[in-house]
């Protein structure tokens, strides 16, 4: 029977020390404050009484061997334990170049956070009584060496003979990709697809089969608590993306026997050199949206002509922002009916039409 207890979530924290940083201008996401952001989440968090804290990859900028140490360094430093996965960006070769580590590589700069002495890169603990954390890599690379998001045949055997033996234990999976779609026909969708689990029903089927309820995931960069028949795929936003959140979430009894699993979102509101900076980053989140949204309009399923989608693309310039905000409503879009349909379906609406906000508080029931 696992007790009641608290814990953390900070996503995509894509580290990059000032030597480090990558000057793209078109990217999303401010990596200028990644450090400064962790060590405000850092603060708050010293502060509570937290069992333990995950973080479902994309740790670093691009695998940087000096940002993983970095990492490794600060870590080592807090007051509760951590488990750490890879993301995408964290290995994105498999061997070692003048920029990033090799692909298995990863665990010897994590040893303390969840790898101990396994060479793979994925592992279980045990992280209280009647309580499993299991922690899968979906970072694979094809026959071309494109890497791809996917969990192998050999992990998801050995996910089925670890589960086979979880007896009356909460079991906690924590996995880069989502497993379930975060926005309309995101396993389809050309722009959305790569952040989706390739292989999500197999491991969906699996989870399933031996009752497990509860994914903590990352990767899109949004704030969204997806849920398909049975299974929670909660994923969090990045540390370095408007709006800079990161979640707080207690697992308790209540005095009828059920469940619960209470979540609470916090967002990083300034750093030093960012002192406003939930108003500077959704503004350089809008600054940058023009392309993005001209790619999204005139592919499937809109297929729009490139002027009427470069005319439409201005009035968006907020879109990716709610989304990534969680809870978002899209009720006053001026756009022909159908476009009008499209966009309102990526909002927080049940299906009954009435708004389901349960993006960044809610308490589940499990």
């Known amino acids: 029977m696992a007790p009641n207890f608290r814990f953390a979530v900070v996503s995509d924290l894509h580290i990059a020390l000032p030597e480090t940083i990558w000057h793209h ?21 010293t502060q509570l009484d937290l069992d333990f804290l995950l973080l479902p990859g994309d740790l670093t900028q691009h695998g940087e061997p000096e940002n993983h140490l970095w990492l490794q360094k600060r870590l080592s430093k807090l007051p509760f334990p951590t488990y750490v996965i890879p993301g995408n960006h964290d290995v994105p070769t498999l061997t070692a170049n003048n920029q990033s580590i090799a692909f298995r590589d990863f665990p010897e700069y994590y ?50 003979a670890t589960l086979a033996t979880v007896k009356d234990e909460l079991v906690l999976l924590m996995i880069h990709h989502n497993i379930i779609e975060h926005i309309p026909h995101q396993a389809r969708h050309p722009m959305a697809q790569r952040y989706m689990l390739e292989n999500a029903p197999q491991l969906l ?42 979640r707080v979430m207690e697992y308790r009894q209540d005095n009828y026997g059920r469940h619960w699993l209470q979540v609470q979102s916090y967002r990083v509101e300034s750093t030093p050199d960012f002192p406003r900076l939930q108003a500077y980053s959704r503004k350089w989140m809008g600054d940058r949206s023009f392309p993005f949204l001209v790619k999204l309009l005139t592919l499937p399923p809109l297929n729009l002509p490139i002027s009427q989608a470069e ?12 989304i990534a905000n969680g809870d978002a409503l899209f009720t006053d879009f001026t756009a022909p009916v159908h476009l009008q349909n499209y966009f309102q379906a990526y909002g927080a609406i049940a299906p009954d039409g009435t708004p389901n906000l349960i993006d960044n508080h809610i308490s589940l029931l499990l």
């Not at 999303?28 to 850092?42: D, R």
């Not at 995931?217 to 936003?237: K, P, R």
Request: charged share 20%.
């Open 25 to 45: 201008p078109s990217r999303f996401h401010l990596v200028e404050v990644s450090i400064p952001a962790l060590e405000s989440v850092f603060e708050h968090l």
């Open 311 to 322: 005319a439409l693309a201005p009035s968006l310039r907020e879109f990716w922002a709610n």
């Open 111 to 160: 040893r303390k956070f969840g790898y101990g002495d396994s060479q793979n890169l994925y592992y279980t603990r045990t992280l209280l009584s009647g309580v499993r954390l299991i922690a899968l890599n979906s970072n694979m690379f094809n026959d071309q060496g494109q890497q791809i998001g996917r969990v192998d045949a050999e992990q998801l055997h050995w996910l089925e």
């Open 205 to 246: 089927e699996i989870l399933r089969r031996y009752g497990v309820k509860l994914v903590f995931t990352g990767h899109l960069h949004v704030q969204d608590i997806a849920y398909e028949d049975g299974i929670y795929d909660i994923t969090t936003g990045s540390l370095v993306s408007y709006p800079h959140p990161y």
